[in-house]
């Protein structure tokens, strides 16, 4: 009902008196009339009220970092088990044929609940205990970008609203002036990634995520050359003016206010954003914790400490886009490549989220869009070997925002080919993900094409056992 | 044989579930046996037979399917009574008939294929495997005449084989690998012939004398026996028998011998080649492996009669009457919830034809199949869970069971009258024929300047609204400008416009702007929305389609030739089979090849099956106005549409493809550097994967003219060639596999899941589909979209006319004119604008004309408290209606008012980092789907995925920032202040009153002039100062102020 609201609100032709930014608005309307505990937009009490996606694009072996198989070690060279490769679906490229690969890394129990995690991810491990590691993940679909697609927005055609743009949708952003939903790209190899991982859909176009360069910030916060903050002033009170005039002449009118509000905001983003940005703000320790003074790690470092940044400032949700982990051939120094890469930030974004505070309300997830084969692709020999793509099986991780730490669910088969225990969908972990937020999947709705159209399409069920 | 092997029915599962009770002997013969005889659409998933592993893997490639029964509608049987009869008469005369073609049909695909393969329970490795399959080849011509014999030779290709390894779609099963089967002959007696054979290895073949005939039924036996003892010798020696007599086993048809083969045998599966074309169809079936010759030949082996399906030992052997038996039961048990138009989840028992799968493609049950039946399957299940009537209800007596099957394996007789097939009809006002209304006399006919106020009048009258005045004339001439051509009038435009002070002023204004070869580029967008196009492939990789933009500009030049619409939707359906010939039918069909190229190259069935959803989704939705995509899974929720309706459009497609294809006008257009409007990192990443293509060999360069569109190899002309497509991995042209392509039902809209074959046809609820549809068919369907009774095509064009002028339709869910869809505010209006359209010869510009020379068009926008509180949505049109710009005209606005639009129409596109050595309309901007030009992302424009009937308004603060802040913007500004600067000369007051004029097409007030000089001259000291107050502001200040002005609603507003 209350989402209705925020529509007609934003729909109706002729609204009366002076109207901030509809979303805005929206975030009064719904004070007032919402419980204390839920979350403006929100259908029940949220555990997480930002959340972070570290998407690891061209998918890490599940078997190389947090779903050890001792028997693909003792198998290592031979033929899958017909017992096991009976089992694996009939998806194009599952590698059933070739040779099983034991994983180059080793594995070491951390924490108190002794989850073992692999050399990749030393640093990440020593908070397995507030980690919930999902090893039965599964799809069917063996290629990136339509498994992006499903990974992000539940259908591999690319055309719905991804996670974060019905987030963002659903529950408004409390950043007064940054975008609710932004994504970052690093280490992007090979073409360009996929625009529905973060498009609106058909929602409209301001519930997208914004693309942030992180060197940037905040595309067209930057004056021309040669403004100055009053230049800047004198003009926004002329379009003002001119602009309440306009307004003046033909009668009240929601959008034409909107579109005036929406300057000052920009003025305010403008403003903020390079704050925002700033990471010489940070203390030396802060940045070094990161990985910014390292060659490997300071792009996502920097992506990590500014999304911590960003959570602090209301942010709803932010998209860290990894990419280079497609390991067909020379798997190992692949993914140490990856582990190197990300391994720190992660573990230095959740920690200092920890000691600020912020761990307990912001979810964090890792994964990509699908994991790798337990054999080798090809006939590929010593260093050289690599794992082919394997949707059949893999994992994820969550942390925060209401996770119970310290957990594992599901399992996959001895080799780590398919889940033989809960095995849980993409749309499982979306109906998970906007659970945490406060929504519920079925009731989030909006009307395309005369249908009213939900953001987990094709089922999925929230993994309660997620949460605490 | 004969006989017997093929008619016998045979329970499978039966046998499956109780192995061999009686009703097989000599059982201890039967290695493996599957009789290949499955319910439709479940060849996948069916795990019948005894001896096999798991159920039978298919190719992606062409999926073998399953002989449907019945047939679907032939010409003669399309009414539904025909069907019935033809199916009950079928079955008086005897099953012979009816299952004559029961099976598996296996097509060729002209290229190597496993169409289906299967894993034994256990790997054999005994010393002697004797194998048994029947065959039937039916040949290329078979419906047409019953010759037996080949004219001609035409070679074919089949094998069985036997191997170790499954091996993948295309694998060949031929390096010292057994396969029995069907051959050309190289030498011998029969070279040159097609006959049976055996080989072990393609080298090693031992030819019989058998020739293969066209439609004759063989039964087909070979052994494999092992060189030497124990469980590493290979089965090195192979004997074959066609059609033999038990007393054979010492005269074989043939035999070879070979050093090297294979040991164990685990996977058997069939193989069609090079040969095997499409039009080839091979049914096969009763597949057997056993330990002795007479063993697999004995069709005793096989379950020998349908027994009536007793259940828990009741057998039903009376005959069973529908009307008093079947019907009470299903009324009182079923009819509850799957009877009528509605049923629980989509399942109609009280339908004859819905029990066989019409709509849906999910079979219930087959006459005299009570052993394959889903339903009995249903009503039997131990558990609650998958039982139906559901869980609280009592399950049927085992009596109720038996007689249902009884019913069904006794031929399903149904009682017509009873239960009859309802028309699909609606009484849903967009599926009414035009109704031509008259005109309404209007109460207020001093305000009627064209039939279209007298309907709006009426409506303001009823609801006691009262419009607002006519707009100043030069607020006119500016929103008839932008309306129109999508661009600002110039100070010089306006200044001509105001002059004519002639009673039809605005009627030739109007003509001059409809006559503008810019207003295709404004209209022609529209269209471009609808159909989805864009530049690339999409998805993944979103590879660039380099003559994409041919079709962009076939767009702007149908709109600026006003192309009667029917004749433009028949271009862009069915541009290919057009004759005569001519290149811009070609480009029109861009319309379907805008569809996006799925990622999913690793399963060639889904990628070719998002690409036929594509295609029919903007079909549907452009065109028809339906909202047919939930459909492609099951029945529509809402309106009377069927899935089977779905595949029906979709079958309209199926024989065609995406592609570049080859243009003939030797003056063509042919530029080839693409580097030169395809962005930089597109045209490297396209470069590189061109490089891999010719390493390939799967791509030779190109030195015709072409274009990006679609093709039938069926109906297309055939002198179009198809070059190649620049893709990860190029999509399957086959053009002997396409020509025989046929519709199907996909169960469940899973392209892994064929169901029963569909012949085109439109929604069935809009009328019959010809039988003799046929030939150019989608020529005729696009006849028929143009046809004066088409209640929905005209309707659909002038709404859509009406929503790109008011910002609204008169039906307000433009692509949605099904029953969900909403009312029009104005139906009357509707029906005499569709009715208008087509006694005008489909012309465009002539709707324009009644729209924008009525008073409803031409009314201020004003506010009026008592209308607001009537109509607080302004729908009935009582003042013009606010509607911001799209993204394309804001941009082309700024460009005209700083005079810098480069106005060429047509050709190449620029990509955006060029943008400024050609500021062309941002039209011409390159539209690759994964990275849209800037101000296009900014402002709400469609990504090309989807069908877009119409834009989002959004208003975020990236806006205010883009125009701000924006390297564009900064430039525009200091180009409109230099402009100024020249025309005004050094003076203030004059550079104020240009700038406006140029932006707004108006003059400044008082207070305005006040306002812009705060900007101008900021500091007060300097503008007192005597002489210098009217000297004009620095260029930096004038930039700002100009900057500003690019910023107000006013200026992206539709005055």
Request: charged share 25%; hydrophobic share 35%.
């Amino acid at each position: 009902m209350l989402i209705h609201r925020r529509r007609m609100l934003q729909e109706s032709a002729l609204g009366f008196g002076s109207l901030a930014l509809t979303s805005m608005l929206l975030r009064d309307a719904q004070a007032n009339d919402a419980s204390p505990t839920v979350a403006p937009g929100a259908h029940h009490p949220a555990t997480a009220k930002s959340v972070i996606f570290l998407f690891m694009s061209g998918a890490p072996g599940q078997t190389d970092t947090f779903d050890p198989k001792p028997s693909l070690a003792k198998l290592d060279g031979q033929q899958v088990p017909d017992s096991i490769a009976a089992t694996v679906p009939n998806i194009p490229r599952s590698g059933v044929g070739s040779k099983l690969f034991a994983s180059p890394f080793s594995f070491r129990q951390y924490g108190e609940s002794g989850i073992p995690v692999s050399s990749l991810y030393p640093r990440t491990a020593e908070l397995v205990d507030d980690m919930c590691i999902v090893r039965s993940m599964n799809h069917r679909v063996p290629v990136h970008g339509p498994g992006e697609c499903i990974a992000l927005t539940g259908t591999g055609v690319g055309d719905r609203p991804s996670m974060g743009a019905w987030m963002n949708y659903g529950l408004g952003s409390e950043a007064q002036d940054l975008p609710g939903f932004m994504v970052f790209l690093s280490n992007v190899t090979g073409p360009p990634p996929q625009l529905p991982g973060w498009s609106a859909g058909f929602l409209p176009a301001q519930y997208q995520g914004t693309l942030v360069d992180g060197r940037k910030g905040v595309p067209y916060t930057d004056m021309p050359s040669g403004y100055t903050e009053t230049d800047r002033r004198r003009q926004l009170d002329f379009i003002s003016e001119l602009n309440h005039r306009h307004i003046g002449r033909q009668g009240p009118d929601s959008e034409l206010e909107a579109r005036i509000a929406s300057y000052e905001l920009g003025y305010r983003m403008q403003a903020s954003a390079p704050e925002t940005f700033d990471l010489s703000r940070e203390s030396q320790h802060t940045r070094e914790m990161y990985g910014l003074d390292q060659k490997e790690t300071s792009e996502f470092g920097t992506h990590c400490l500014l999304a911590r940044r960003l959570v602090e400032r209301g942010v709803r949700c932010i998209q860290l886009r990894n990419g280079g982990w497609d390991a067909h051939s020379g798997l190992e120094s692949n993914h140490l490549k990856g582990g190197k890469r990300t391994d720190q930030p992660i573990a230095a974004l959740l920690q200092d989220l920890k000691q600020r505070g912020l761990l307990e309300s912001t979810l964090v997830v890792w994964g990509g869009e699908f994991g790798r084969t337990p054999t080798i692709e090809g006939s590929r020999t010593g260093k050289s070997r690599g794992r082919d793509h394997s949707p059949a099986g893999y994992t994820m991780w969550l942390t925060g925002g209401g996770v119970r730490g310290g957990q594992i669910i599901g399992a996959t088969d001895e080799l780590g080919y398919v889940p033989i225990e809960r095995p849980l969908t993409p749309a499982d972990m979306h109906a998970t993900l906007l659970h945490a937020m406060g929504i519920d999947q079925h009731r989030l709705s909006w009307n395309h094409n005369n249908r009213d159209e939900i953001p987990t399409v094709f089922g999925g069920e929230v993994i309660q056992e997620v949460f605490a | 044989m004969k006989d017997s092997g093929i008619t016998i029915l045979l329970c499978v599962l039966m046998l499956a579930m109780a192995p061999c009770t009686g009703v097989c002997a000599g059982s201890d013969d039967v290695i493996a046996l599957d009789v290949i005889d499955y319910p439709l659409g479940s060849l996948r998933r069916a795990d019948a037979g005894i001896g096999w592993k798991n159920s039978w893997k298919t190719s992606r490639a062409a999926i073998p399917f399953i002989v449907p029964y019945p047939e679907e509608e032939s010409p003669a049987q399309t009414n539904l009574g025909g069907l019935q009869s033809g199916l009950q008469s079928g079955l008086q005369s005897g099953p012979q008939s009816s299952d004559k073609n029961r099976g598996v049909t296996i097509k060729g695909t002209g290229a190597r294929n496993n169409p289906m393969r299967r894993q034994l329970a256990e790997p054999l490795d005994q010393k002697e495997v004797y194998v048994r399959f029947d065959l039937h080849y039916r040949g290329p011509d078979e419906a047409e005449s019953n010759s037996t014999k080949p004219t001609g030779v035409d070679p074919e290709f089949l094998v069985l084989w036997l191997d170790r390894l499954e091996g993948g779609d295309r694998s060949t099963h031929s390096a010292n690998v057994p396969n029995i089967g069907v051959h050309l002959a190289d030498r011998g007696p029969k070279k040159g012939r097609n006959v049976f054979m055996v080989r072990i290895g393609a080298a090693n073949v031992a030819w019989s004398k058998v020739e293969l005939k066209y439609n004759h039924t063989y039964q087909i036996v070979a052994r494999l026996t092992k060189s030497g003892d124990g469980p590493r010798a290979d089965y090195g020696r192979m004997d074959l028998w066609v059609d033999p007599h038990p007393g054979d086993l010492g005269s074989p048809d043939a035999s070879i011998s070979s050093a090297q083969s294979i040991s164990q045998i685990q996977w058997i599966g069939f193989s069609t080649g090079l040969k095997t074309e499409a039009s080839d169809q091979i049914v096969v079936r009763n597949l057997t492996l056993g330990n002795s010759f007479n063993g697999v030949l004995e069709d005793s082996l096989l379950p020998q009669a349908d027994a009536p399906r007793g259940y828990k030992g009741i057998v039903w052997d009376k005959p069973v009457d529908f009307k008093h038996d079947v019907y009470p039961l299903l009324k009182s048990r079923c009819f509850d919830c799957h009877e009528g138009a509605k049923p629980e989840s989509g399942y109609r028992l009280d339908v004859f034809r819905e029990w066989l799968g019409y709509s849906s493609g999910e079979v219930f049950a087959e006459p005299r199949r009570s052993h394959h039946s889903r339903l009995i399957d249903i009503v039997a299940a131990e558990s609650e869970d998958d039982r139906m009537p559901p869980a609280g209800d009592d399950p049927l007596s085992d009596t109720e069971i038996a007689m249902l099957a009884a019913w069904i394996d006794q031929g399903m007789k149904w009682d017509d009258e009873l239960l009859p097939t309802p028309r699909r009809e609606s009484d849903h006002w967009a599926f009414q024929p035009i109704d031509r209304p008259a005109i309404p006399r209007a109460a207020d006919h001093d305000w009627v300047k064209t039939p279209v106020d007298a309907f709006i009048n009426r409506a303001h009258r009823r609801e006691g609204l009262e419009p607002a005045p006519e707009a100043a004339r030069a607020t006119l001439v500016r929103r008839l400008y932008l309306d129109l051509i999508g661009l600002p009038p110039t100070p010089t435009e306006l200044d001509a416009a105001l002059a004519d002070t002639s009673p039809n002023a605005i009627d030739h204004l109007v003509e001059h702007l409809l006559d503008s070869p810019h207003y295709g580029e404004r209209w022609g967008r529209y269209w471009l929305d609808l159909a989805r196009w864009a530049e690339s492939q999409g998805h993944q990789h979103d590879i660039v389609r380099p003559f994409a933009w041919r079709y962009r500009d076939y767009v702007i030049n149908a709109f600026n030739k006003d192309k009667s619409y029917g004749r433009f939707l028949k271009e862009q359906l069915a541009g290919d089979e057009l004759q005569p010939y001519s290149d811009e039918n070609l480009i029109a069909t861009g319309f379907l090849g805008a569809a996006r190229i799925s990622g999913n190259q690793e399963d060639v069935a889904i990628q070719r099956n998002d690409v036929l959803v594509d295609i029919v989704n903007a079909t549907s939705s452009a065109i028809l106005g339906l909202t047919m995509e939930c459909a492609q899974c099951h029945n529509h929720k809402f309106d009377p549409v069927s899935q089977r309706d779905y595949y029906r459009l979709q079958a309209f497609f199926v024989r065609g493809q995406l592609g570049n294809l080859s243009l003939r006008d030797p003056d063509a257009d042919h530029p080839v550097d693409l580097g030169n409007w395809i962005p930089t990192p597109a045209y490297d990443f396209y470069k590189k994967e061109v490089k891999t293509l010719v390493r390939k060999k799967l791509y030779t360069a190109m030195d015709t003219p072409h274009t990006w569109g679609f093709l039938s190899a069926a109906t297309g002309d055939p002198e179009i060639k198809r070059l190649p497509v620049v893709n990860r991995k190029p999509i399957i042209w086959q053009p002997a596999a396409l020509k025989e392509a046929r519709g199907k039902i996909l169960i469940r809209g899973d392209a892994g899941m064929p169901g029963q074959d569909v012949r085109p046809g439109w929604p069935e609820v809009l009328g019959k589909t010809p039988t003799s549809l046929d030939t150019k068919r989608r020529s005729e369907l696009a006849d028929w979209m143009a046809d004066p009774d088409n209640p929905l095509v005209a309707r659909v064009w002038v709404n859509r006319i009406w929503q790109y002028h008011f910002g609204s339709g008169i039906v307000p869910t433009a692509s949605d004119f099904g029953v969900e869809g909403a009312e029009p505010t104005h139906p009357e209006l509707l029906d005499w604008l569709a009715s208008e359209l087509i006694n005008n010869g489909w012309s465009t510009k002539s709707i324009h004309r009644v729209i924008v020379l009525s008073n409803t068009y031409q009314q201020q926008r004003k506010f009026h408290v008592a209308n607001a509180s009537i109509d607080p949505s302004n729908r009935l049109l009582w003042n013009w209606p606010r509607r911001r710009l799209e993204a394309e005209s804001i941009r082309d606005s700024v460009l005209v008012v700083t005079g810098e639009l480069d106005r060429t129409v047509g050709g190449v596109s620029i990509p955006p980092e060029r943008e400024e050595q050609a500021l062309r309309r941002t039209i011409y901007l390159f539209q690759q789907r994964s990275s849209m030009p800037s101000v296009m992302e900014m402002f709400d424009a469609p990504e090309g995925i989807a069908s877009c009937s119409r834009r989002s308004v959004s208003t975020v603060a990236l806006q205010p920032l883009f125009m701000l802040n924006s390297q564009f913007m900064a430039r525009r500004a200091a180009a409109l202040a230099n402009v100024v600067a020249k025309e005004s000369g050094d003076d203030l007051q004059r550079q104020i009153e240009v700038a406006f004029r140029r932006t707004l097409s108006r003059g400044p007030d008082a207070r305005e002039r006040e306002l812009a000089e705060k900007i101008l001259l900021p500091d007060d000291a300097s503008r007192h100062s005597g002489q210098d107050a009217n000297k004009g502001a620095s260029a930096s200040r004038l930039t700002q102020f100009c900057h500003a002005l690019l910023n107000l609603n006013e200026f992206v507003y539709i005055p």
